[in-house]
Nanobody
């Protein structure tokens, strides 16, 4: 497993952009699928995006498709989430996570993820 720490959250106006970063420690980072998830109080955690270990394939949740972009730098052990055209409904705590198995399937199924960061708050004002 890897240890994860998110950064880059904050307050932004609707229509604006933010870039989240997730720094990972551990030697398995470059071999595992990474994902971003979000949660608001009283709601279930929502899958946002995931990227395979090479960085060559990505998948997105329907609510963010076309607005968010996930990427990774395996030399820097970091995964990013570029968020554009932000909406108030994007307000949430955003978590990055790493899958349990090396070279796993590209999926946002949360039970496949074993390592989680502490989360970073994103607030979008209208």
């Amino acid at each position: 497993q890897v240890q994860l720490e998110e950064s880059g959250g904050g307050l932004v106006q609707a229509g604006g952009s933010l870039r989240l970063s997730c720094a990972a420690s551990g030697r398995t980072f470059s071999k595992i699928v990474m994902g971003w998830f979000r949660q608001t109080p009283g709601q279930e955690r929502e899958s946002v995006a995931a990227i395979d270990w090479t960085g060559g394939r990505q998948i997105y949740g329907d609510s963010v498709k076309g607005r968010f972009t996930i990427s990774r730098d395996n030399f820097e052990n970091t995964v990013y989430l570029q968020m554009n055209s932000l909406k108030p409904e994007d307000t949430a705590v955003y978590y990055c996570a790493g899958q349990r198995l090396r070279f796993g399937m590209l999926t946002m199924a949360q039970n496949e993820y074993a390592s989680w960061g502490q989360g970073t708050q994103v607030t979008v004002s209208s």
